[in-house]
């Protein structure tokens, strides 16, 4: 079997502008990783040659620099004169581009649950001073499970370095406007591509086409797509308006930000009953939208979302009984719920509040102190010690604090009302 240093290499997974990427194995650490190999034919003096080799130099440079759960991670690069590879993170599934060719659209809340991620991983990358510049269904992986993975960053624009733009990169299909003219890119030209993306999956038809390059380039400047919801009537106005103003001609015309976008497509996809069970992207918002976790970053809320045990709780539930022993921490990510003890009412938990901290930060189980019951159908997010333990280590720390400071926040206020009783 044919190996390149620490790399086992299995199979071909394709063959992109700068080299061959092949599904391989890390004999060191035992991890699958997919390992793009730099052709040597990118690197002679040439115009094609140059810009070849710097999308791949391109790529490496962002080696550890992009940690987010929705991008492809960049493990390790190597360059020597004339080889070199990347090796990033193995996504089992395949790309998006499955879906566009299949003989069905793609089910309009996956698709939404897909663009939603999408959203996220964008804005990251675009906090991070790059703009995609190739997003196409084949740079979106996803696996069975609807995990979405965007990746390939060799022709990224890192707008806030020294790096200039690299001439007539990206996908002609997918480009937008202002790429297509050579004018200064900033996040809405990845948003365009993402809407061209979109319109493909809910469709099953290009927005825009043409028998030659300059027909192509002519459409997207010129030309209005059919409006998605006539070719695929359930799509319904409110998706049809979200991918329409992603495709506007004009940048300023398009979202003003990737959370504009996010917001937009998480308030279309409640309109759809998700019969898989509860979207990510309605937990992505019910604790982005929790006040004692605005300092998380949406990488560390990501992690949350999928370290937590999610259920809808129907009204007078009882979610904790007084005396009994436990160990979780709670969110409540939608309607209402009141605490008693001993019969009495203590307080009544909205949706953004939480409860079962002591219990979380004392590591163990602990008799609960009060009882908590649902008065209205709930969305609750459960956290185990255990599945807290497996995010990153910033995450941890940055829920144990902002924990402890509201405990002692809570422990202040109840010591000012138990001195004003006494006095």
Known sequence: MQKVGKFELREVLGKGASGTVYHALDTFSGQDVALKLLDPQVVP?????????????????????????????????????????????????????RFTRAQQPMALDDAVEIAFKCCGALDYAYRQGI??????????????????????FGAAYL???????????????????????GKELGHQSDMF???????????????????????????????????????????????????RQMLRKDPAERFPTWADV??????????????????????FVALRKIALLAGLSDAEIWELVHAATWKRV???????????????????????????????????????????????????????????????????????????????SRCQLQLTQVLLDALVDRLALADMRLAQRAG
């Open 45 to 97: 003096d040439s115009d094609a040659g140059n810009a070849g080799l710097r999308q791949f130099l391109n790529e490496a440079s962002l080696a550890g620099k992009l940690a987010h759960p929705h991008i492809v991670t960049i493990l390790e690069a190597a360059i020597e004169e004339r080889t070199g590879y990347i090796a990033v993170e193995y996504v089992p599934g395949g790309s998006l581009a």
């Open 159 to 181: 707008y806030r370095g020294q790096q200039t733009q690299i001439a007539d990169i990206g996908s002609p299909l997918y480009m937008s406007p202002e790429q297509i003219t």
């Open 193 to 243: 591509a993402l809407g061209v993306v979109l319109y493909e999956l809910f469709t099953g038809r290009r927005p825009f086409g043409g028998a030659t390059l300059p027909e192509v380039f002519k459409t997207i400047l010129r030309d209005e797509p059919a409006a998605p919801k006539t070719l695929r009537p359930e799509i319904g106005d409110k998706l049809d308006a979200i991918i």
């Open 262 to 283: 996010a917001l937009e497509l998480a308030a279309a996809g409640r309109l759809s009953v998700h019969l898989r069970g509860i979207a990510d992207s309605e937990k």
């Open 314 to 392: 129907p009204a007078r539930s009882t979610v904790v009984r007084e005396g009994d022993a436990g160990r979780s921490l709670f969110f409540l990510g939608a309607g209402e719920a009141r605490v008693t003890k001993q019969g009495r009412l203590l307080d009544t938990l909205r949706a953004g509040e939480y409860f079962g901290e002591m219990a979380y930060l004392k590591r163990g189980a602990l008799p609960r102190q009060a009882s908590v019951e649902t008065t209205e159908d709930s969305l609750l997010a459960e956290f185990e010690a255990e599945a807290i333990a497996r995010v990153s």
């Open 131 to 152: 703009v995609h510049r190739d997003l196409k269904p084949a740079n979106i992986l996803v696996t069975p499970a609807l995990s979405v993975k965007v990746g390939d």
